[in-house]
């Protein structure tokens, strides 16, 4: 059985969701993934249908969580462990193994780019799940999480759970704007005792213009290389106006691509 990456890679038919200035961006992150899973000898596999066909209510990055398991079934893949990565995600072409370093567990990394934002989404639906005390310590990110079939039965659980209060998470989404699935979904990981495993910062940097990643050590001028590139595995480009999107990761694969040939 193969190790399997997956990007879900689905354009939004609502007009009101093009806020990215194009969706090209998808395609870096495609061609990054590909070349990593060929050079690893794993399956790459772009989740692209839905079981539901409103992507409004229900959004991809919920859907995911929903399908995976089937939808992997459906394309007869057979599979050991399971990387979900968002499509705005890209690896550095020499990013190490990391399903030799998850121990079976489900894995990820820890939400550390803004815990303001982390704290009034786990305040905001707190009392929603019995006011359970989340903590704001083990809050992971959603971007990159590897599991396995272990993990169906409280997937399975997730998705009842927002199947039965869709309404509500809408409702949050749209008045508390404080992600879609990811708080929700760190509320059930935890309150059904799942042994997550964190990988090192290295395996997921973010934010990367808020925290000068972008730049280099002018100071010593010996190295223009960007600081995310030289110090980060895996990176994502959020945390910054999303109409920029297009251009940031156009103009670093224009800079990078070269490795992935």
């Known amino acids: 059985m193969k190790n399997v990456v997956v990007i879900p890679s689905i354009k939004p038919k609502d007009k009101k969701l093009h806020k990215f200035g194009g969706w090209d961006w998808m395609n870096y992150s495609i061609k990054a993934w590909e070349f990593w899973c060929n050079k690893m000898g794993y399956e790459f596999v772009i989740y692209d249908s839905p079981s539901i066909e409103d992507t409004t209510k229900y959004k991809i990055t919920v859907q995911r969580w929903f399908d995976i398991f089937d939808f992997l079934d459906d394309k007869k893949i057979d599979y050991e462990q399971v990387c979900m990565v968002d499509a705005s995600y890209i690896p550095r072409w020499d990013c190490p193994d990391f399903f030799k370093l998850i121990d079976g567990k489900f894995t990820t990394t820890r939400e550390q780019d803004n815990f303001k934002w982390v704290y009034e989404s786990i ?4 009392e929603f799940f019995d006011n359970y005390e989340l903590n704001i310590l083990n809050y992971f990110n959603t971007g990159f999480v590897i599991f396995n079939k272990s993990h169906k039965d409280v997937f399975d659980k997730f998705k009842q759970i927002y199947l039965d209060n869709a309404d509500y998470f809408n409702h949050m989404q749209s008045t508390l704007r404080r992600g879609t699935d990811q708080t929700p979904f760190n509320y059930v990981i935890s309150m059904n005792d799942i042994d997550v495993k964190f990988l090192p910062m290295e395996y997921r940097v973010s934010h990367l213009s808020r925290k000068e990643l972008l730049g280099y050590n002018w100071q010593l001028n010996e190295d223009r290389t960007p600081f995310f590139i030289k110090y980060g595995y895996i990176w994502g ?7 920029q999107r297009n251009k940031l990761m156009r103009e670093i694969w224009d800079l990078i691509k070269h ?3």
Do not use: A, R, W
């Open 259 to 261: 490795n992935y040939e």
């Open 123 to 126: 305040q905001g639906y707190k």
């Open 237 to 243: 480009f959020s945390g910054f106006d999303k109409t």
